[in-house]
């Protein structure tokens, strides 16, 4: 265990992993749990949230249900609060929920509203949720943050010749880029603390979020979020990665 701001050797590490109910940020809540850090299940649906934390607790893990709908002001206030009466400080957020606003997505023809809506979750939630839980993050010894993106995000990879990246989608793909460039900006804000922050790529994965045709498991895909929520004092920030390393921007 870490000695916290102050001198507690007995109080564990304590995580928040946003849409931590199922898939990729249920794996990165289990991969924290299995390292022995104290961690919050964030989701909206309570029935799914308990179910999991359930599932975590008889897999060894010290889990607890945060109700947390990361577009609603007074929700993401009452989780921060929840978080602080039970640890006291948060060592890793991880802003693992978003949604993909469904098909299609062309340019030319999308609904403006689905764009509005991905980005309220993707982009919007992600700093709502990162500065309710900031004051919190700063009391920590080794403050984490982990921005759970996509190599759609990859301006680079999208626009090389014969890129082959999924479907043409301008409401999800986009909110990822901005995603990456709002983690940017906080790198450069908080450079003078101990906070680091980074984004990750958990790959291609099979979950809800694409009908489980993906080809990568969510325990793989959840394995660089977890990497980067444990980075060692010195570590990076400000950086977008995946199993392989860095990911173009």
Same mark, same amino acid.
């Given at each position: 265990?870490?000695?916290?701001?102050?001198?507690?050797?007995?109080?564990?590490?304590?995580?928040?992993?946003?849409? #931590?109910?199922? $898939?990729?940020?249920?794996?990165? @809540?289990?991969? +924290?749990? %299995? &390292?022995?850090?104290?961690? !919050?299940?964030?989701?909206?649906?309570?029935?799914?949230?308990?179910?999991?934390?359930?599932?975590?607790?008889?897999?060894?893990?010290?889990?607890?249900?945060?109700?947390?709908?990361?577009?609603?002001?007074?929700?993401?206030? #009452?989780?921060? $609060?929840?978080?602080?009466?039970? @640890?006291?400080? +948060?060592? %890793? &957020?991880?802003?693992?929920? !978003?949604?993909?606003?469904?098909?299609?997505?062309?340019?030319?023809?999308?609904?403006?509203?689905?764009?509005?809506?991905?980005?309220?979750?993707?982009?919007?939630?992600?700093?709502?949720?990162?500065?309710?839980?900031?004051?919190?993050?700063?009391?920590?010894?080794?403050?984490?943050?982990?921005?759970?993106?996509?190599?759609?995000?990859?301006?680079?990879?999208?626009?090389?010749?014969?890129?082959?990246?999924?479907?043409?989608?301008?409401?999800?793909?986009?909110?990822?880029?901005?995603?990456?460039?709002?983690?940017?900006?906080?790198?450069?804000?908080?450079?003078?603390?101990?906070?680091?922050?980074?984004?990750?790529?958990?790959?291609?994965?099979?979950?809800?979020?694409?009908?489980?045709?993906?080809?990568?498991?969510?325990?793989?895909?959840?394995?660089?979020?977890?990497?980067?929520?444990?980075?060692?004092?010195?570590?990076?920030?400000?950086?977008?990665?995946?199993?392989?390393?860095?990911?173009?921007?």
């Amino acid at each position: 265990m870490t000695e916290d701001i102050t001198g507690d050797m007995t109080r564990p590490r304590t995580a928040l992993v946003t849409g #931590a109910n199922k $898939g990729i940020g249920y794996e990165i @809540a289990a991969g +924290l749990g %299995a &390292l022995g850090w104290s961690v !919050g299940v964030g989701a909206r649906d309570e029935e799914r949230r308990e179910a999991a934390v359930a599932k975590l607790r008889a897999a060894g893990a010290d889990a607890f249900g945060v109700p947390l709908d990361v577009t609603d002001d007074a929700s993401v206030t #009452a989780a921060a $609060g929840l978080v602080e009466a039970r @640890a006291g400080r +948060l060592d %890793a &957020l991880v802003n693992n929920a !978003g949604i993909t606003g469904g098909a299609p997505q062309a340019p030319a023809t999308v609904d403006l509203a689905t764009v509005r809506t991905v980005v309220e979750t993707n982009v919007i939630g992600v700093i709502r949720v990162t500065n309710a839980m900031l004051p919190l993050l700063r009391r920590a010894p080794s403050p984490r943050i982990v921005n759970v993106s996509s190599s759609v995000g990859s301006l680079t990879r999208q626009s090389a010749p014969g890129a082959e990246l999924g479907p043409i989608a301008v409401a999800y793909a986009p909110s990822k880029t901005f995603l990456n460039a709002v983690t940017v900006q906080y790198a450069r804000e908080l450079r003078d603390t101990d906070i680091l922050i980074n984004a990750a790529c958990p790959g291609y994965c099979a979950t809800d979020l694409n009908a489980f045709q993906g080809v990568r498991t969510a325990q793989q895909g959840a394995a660089t979020a977890i990497r980067l929520a444990t980075l060692p004092d010195g570590g990076p920030t400000g950086g977008f990665f995946e199993d392989d390393g860095v990911v173009p921007w």
